[in-house]
């Protein structure tokens, strides 16, 4: 049974840093294309940062390009998504997602939910 886990979201004040971490179960992430989507409140989920299945392609959202750093550790199974200099309309739940195939620009232009395997999110929030 393949499981995906979400965790390391919290509260920030504006300008801290949070590291997002998901953990899959029952799948392997390097034969996987991955990504992070957020969704806030009134507004349409956003594919925030995705990387291909080979792991060699990373694609970032305009909103969050030169803050938010996407990594793949493939021996611990697990993908961390490093977000400095926050901001309020960060704030969203933040959801984990994997894929077989796609590109990384791809992955994040599709809904969430025609993806094969997703967590449950992690609530960020980032006050003023």
């Known amino acids: 049974q393949v499981q995906v886990v979400e965790s390391g979201g919290g509260l920030v004040q504006a300008g801290g840093s949070l590291r997002l971490s998901c953990t899959a179960s029952?799948?392997?992430?390097?034969?996987?294309?991955m990504g992070w989507f957020r969704q806030a409140p009134g507004k349409e989920r956003e594919g925030v940062s995705c990387?291909?299945?080979?792991?060699?392609?990373?694609y970032y959202a305009d909103s969050v390009q030169g803050r938010f750093t996407m990594s793949k550790d493939n021996a611990k199974n697990t993908l961390y998504l490093q977000m400095n200099d926050l901001k309020p309309e960060d704030t969203a739940v933040y959801y984990c997602a994997a894929h077989p195939s796609g590109t990384a620009w791809g992955l994040c232009h599709t809904s969430l939910d025609d993806l094969d395997y997703r967590g449950q999110g992690t609530q960020v929030t980032v006050s003023s």
């Open positions: 029952g799948l392997s992430l390097a034969a996987h294309g």
């Open positions: 990387i291909s299945r080979g792991g060699l392609v990373r």
